[in-house]
């Protein structure tokens, strides 16, 4: 085995970096390892927490039109996940429903895009059982009252024709 030259290794998240020690006359120099921990919001965030972080990750993958569900408590189950490894596909990368740096850099480019287009499109959102134009407009727009402006965008001619399944329209220009 060839003699190693002392180096100190600092590990920052998953990333190395090497630092040269000085030479030490004694022999070989075994690396010395020194890891720096990491702040909250560098941490990967995945299934089964929850918290404000996660709740930011769920308002940002809807806003991106990749998690329809409504108010939902910030917890990281299978909703979450789901939408999580849908939007890592579309993006390319690897699906593995966590939020490191690297898919955490997508979902930023990604909102500042949609942010910057002039042309929004419109978030969709798919009827689950018990819901109503009702409850979707109080959870996506903020109003029950405005459930007639979903029932028109999407060419409904009446509002209990809505079934589970069904994936809604939320017009651009109100939702929230």
């Keep these: 085995m060839a003699e190693t030259q002392g180096l100190t290794v600092l ?4 990333l190395p970096e090497f630092v040269p020690m000085p030479d030490e006359s004694a022999g070989p120099v075994q690396p010395r390892i ?9 941490q990967p965030l995945k299934r089964g927490e929850a918290g404000p972080r996660v709740g930011k990750l769920q308002a940002e ?3 991106l039109g990749f998690f329809p569900m409504a ?3 910030p917890y990281f189950g299978m909703s979450t996940h789901a939408a999580l490894c849908n939007f890592q596909k579309v993006w390319g990368l690897i699906p593995d429903g966590i939020v490191g740096p ?3 850099g997508a979902i930023d480019e990604a909102l500042r895009r949609h942010r910057n287009s002039p042309v ?3 978030m969709s959102y798919t009827v689950r059982p018990g819901d109503s134009l009702l ?17 028109e965008y999407n060419h409904l001619k009446d509002p209990n024709m809505i079934v ?13």
């Design 11 to 14: 590990l920052l998240g998953n």
């Design 34 to 42: 020194q890891t720096a921990p990491l702040s909250l919001t560098q």
């Design 61 to 63: 993958l809807r806003e």
């Design 71 to 73: 108010a939902t408590p």
């Design 102 to 104: 690297t898919t955490q």
């Design 120 to 122: 929004r499109r419109p």
């Design 135 to 151: 409850r979707i407009a109080h959870a996506l727009m903020g109003d029950a009252n405005r459930w007639r402006e979903i029932l």
């Design 164 to 176: 589970p399944g069904m994936t809604l329209k939320i017009p651009p220009a109100i939702a929230r």
